[in-house]
T-cell receptor
C-alpha cells in the first residue's frame, strides 16, 4: 500500500537547524519531494530527490534519503521566521506509461520562534 | 508568465447545490491534476487529465464528482449535490510532460476553498 507519514509539529528557535522526518512505504517510489505550504496558499516545491541518491543539498536545504529504511529527512540550516509553514513530504511512482500521482503525508507544521 | 490559476478562491454552497471549480494550467502545460485537502490532512490525489482525456480517476469518488479538461478552456472539477463532507481545499496542479522517465514538476495553484453550509 501507499502511505507517507510525518510528525505533525516541530518548533525551533530562529538560527537553529530544523530537521523534518518522513517515512514512506512504497519501495517502488522513484522521486521523493518536499513541498512548503504557507497559510492560505498553494504548495511550493522546495526540493526533490531521485531514489538512487542518498543526499541532495541546495543552499540551506539538505535532503537525506535512507532507502533501506524508507526514511526521508529535510534539514533547514539557520532557520528563519519566514520558514514557518507546513512542510509536506510526497512520493511518486511510475507505473505503466503514465506519470504517477503524488502521495502526500499529512504535513509537519514548523514554528520558528524569534 | 502566469502560474496555475484557480477560481474562485473561495466558494460557499448550501447542501444539495452544485460546485464548479476551475483550473487554468500554466502556459504550455497539457497535464492537469486535482487534489483535495481536508482540514488537518495532507493532499489526496483525485484525478489526472490530459487535454480531452481522463487518464487516472482512481482517487475520485464514484458519485457526484466529475472532471473535464476540454480542448479549449480551463479544467473543471464539478461536484453535484454537495454535502458538508465536501468542505475542503481543492488544489489543481499542472505539468508539462506527463509521460516519460524524466522528472516533471507539478506546479500547484493557490486552491479553491469550498465551504458547504
Amino acid at each position: 500500500g501507499e502511505d507517507v507519514e510525518q510528525s505533525l509539529f516541530l518548533s525551533v528557535r530562529e538560527g537553529d537547524s530544523s530537521v523534518i522526518n518522513c517515512t514512506y512505504t512504497d519501495s517502488s517510489s522513484t522521486y521523493l519531494y518536499w513541498y512548503k505550504q504557507e497559510p492560505g496558499a498553494g504548495l511550493q516545491l522546495l526540493t526533490y530527490i531521485f531514489s538512487n541518491m542518498d543526499m541532495k543539498q541546495d543552499q540551506r536545504l539538505t535532503v537525506l534519503l535512507n532507502k533501506k529504511d524508507k526514511h526521508l529527512s529535510l534539514r533547514i540550516a539557520d532557520t528563519q521566521t519566514g520558514d514557518s509553514a507546513i512542510y509536506f513530504c510526497a512520493e511518486s511512482m511510475r507505473y505503466g506509461g503514465s506519470q504517477g500521482n503524488l502521495i502526500f503525508g499529512k504535513g509537519t507544521k514548523l514554528s520558528v520562534k524569534p | 508568465n502566469a502560474g496555475v490559476m484557480q477560481n474562485p478562491r473561495h466558494l460557499v454552497r448550501r447542501r444539495g447545490q452544485e460546485a464548479r471549480l476551475r483550473c487554468s494550467p500554466m502556459k504550455g502545460h497539457s497535464h492537469v491534476y486535482w487534489y483535495r485537502q481536508l482540514p488537518e490532512e495532507g493532499l489526496k490525489f483525485m484525478v489526472y487529465l490530459q487535454k480531452e482525456n481522463i487518464i487516472d480517476e482512481s482517487g475520485m469518488p464514484k458519485e457526484r464528482f466529475s472532471a473535464e479538461f476540454p480542448k479549449e478552456g480551463p479544467s473543471i472539477l464539478r461536484i453535484q449535490q454537495v454535502v458538508r463532507g465536501d468542505s475542503a481545499a481543492y488544489f489543481c496542479a499542472s505539468s508539462a510532460m506527463g509521460r516519460g522517465p524524466s522528472f516533471d514538476e507539478q506546479f500547484f495553484g493557490p486552491g479553491t476553498r469550498l465551504t458547504v453550509l
